[in-house]
């Protein structure tokens, strides 16, 4: 029996559902469900396009007969290319449609840097440069001084290509001075192996997408997000 049922909606060419998993203890039910993304979405006109698309809400309607606890919708990018308060309406479009708790990879990023107390944040990204500049707002509009900024400059189809050595690698090479927290964007930017070696390395933490949206799912269900090897955004409280 689940201790708790967790919805994810991911777009179409995520490839890291295992990151999920690995994100909550072994007694949490993870459900992933999909939305539709096209080749071209990677500028931000395709990213706004995909943020307003009624297939948000018809996803998330699919879980109403599994009792959910919460849903995550699972894209960084999606969530905060339209600025602040671009995220929230996705939250409640799908509150509305699945009648649960929600949050949003951008919303839960926000608040996973407010928890540890961040003020100065590095960012890493596989994106290109314009939705960079969109990331870049939305966090200082949520109340972060960006003091570096670095993206692979990839189509959103080769991220998940991407092996996690080769992402802790570009990490490391992201200059860190005066950051006290650094984030890993993007749902399909693999993570979940290198956070605790990352932070050993760098000593500070580091946060990544889908850590995040794991960690606000499982608050969002009332359940303590603990679990050791995941990085100390996960460490008892």
Not at 2 to 26: K, Q, S, T
Not at 135 to 154: H, I, N, P
Not at 224 to 229: I, N, S
């Amino acid at each position: 029996m689940w201790r708790a049922r967790i919805g994810v909606i991911y777009p179409g060419n995520g490839l890291l559902d295992h990151e999920y998993w690995a994100f909550v203890p072994d007694d949490i039910g993870v459900f992933m469900n999909r939305t539709p993304v096209r080749r071209g979405d990677d500028t931000v006109k395709g990213a706004i396009e995909l943020a307003e698309t009624p297939d948000i809400e018809e996803t998330a309607r699919q879980y109403h007969r599994i009792d959910l606890s919460s849903i995550a919708y699972a894209c960084t990018t999606f969530s905060f290319v339209r600025g602040l308060g671009g995220d929230t309406d996705i939250i409640q479009r799908i509150e509305k449609a699945a009648g649960v708790p929600a949050t949003t990879t951008s919303t839960a990023a926000v608040k996973a840097l407010h928890s540890i107390n961040a003020k100065r944040v590095a960012v890493v990204t596989p994106y290109l440069d314009e939705i960079n500049d969109k990331l870049k707002t939305f966090l200082e509009a949520s109340g972060f001084e960006v003091v570096a900024m670095k993206g692979m400059q990839l189509d959103s189809d080769d991220i998940a290509l991407v092996p996690s050595k080769e992402v802790a690698k570009y990490v490391k090479s992201v200059p860190l001075d005066g950051a006290d927290a650094v984030f890993v964007s993007c749902t399909n930017f693999a993570t979940v192996d290198i956070l605790d070696k990352l932070e050993q390395d760098l000593d500070l933490p580091v946060l990544s997408a889908n850590q995040v949206t794991m960690w606000e799912a499982l608050n969002l269900a009332e359940i303590e997000p603990c679990k050791l090897g995941v990085g100390s955004l996960y460490s008892p409280s």
